[in-house]
């Protein structure tokens, strides 16, 4: 079984600064792939960034520039640094894993529990 913990939401201000960090553990043999989305109120969640196995990033043009997700693979983490924070930054933040358990086994996707980010103006 693998767990998925996130921490590090809140609040904060206009043009301010959060990280946010989601931890695996459990049975895991390799990850694939570590995602960061989102979800406002009364819309749908998106994607905001997201990291390969290899290193490759890639971010949602409302966020580039600003954000910036890293991973520590000793520790099976993933972590989005968020930078001058906007009004419309401010949703339920989710990390997405796809890792596998064993080697050559198939990839399965985890999704965290969400943690808050409201952004002040």
């Known amino acids: 079984q693998v767990q998925l913990v996130e921490s590090g939401g809140g609040l904060a201000q206009a043009g301010g600064s959060l990280r946010l960090s989601c931890a695996a553990s459990?049975?895991?043999?390799?990850?694939?792939?570590m995602d960061w989305y989102r979800q406002a109120p009364g819309e749908q969640r998106e994607l905001v960034a997201h990291?390969?196995?290899?290193?490759?990033?890639n971010y949602a043009d409302n966020v580039a520039g600003r954000f910036t997700i890293s991973t520590d693979n000793a520790k099976n983490s993933v972590d989005l640094q968020m930078n001058s924070l906007k009004p419309e930054d401010t949703g339920l933040y989710y990390c997405?894993?796809?890792?596998?358990?064993?080697?050559?086994?198939?990839?399965?996707?985890?999704w965290g529990q969400g943690t808050q980010v409201t952004v002040s103006s």
């Open positions: 459990g049975s895991i043999f390799s990850i694939n792939r």
């Open positions: 990291i390969t196995g290899d290193g490759s990033t």
């Open positions: 997405r894993v796809e890792l596998s358990t064993r080697r050559g086994g198939p990839s399965y996707q985890y």
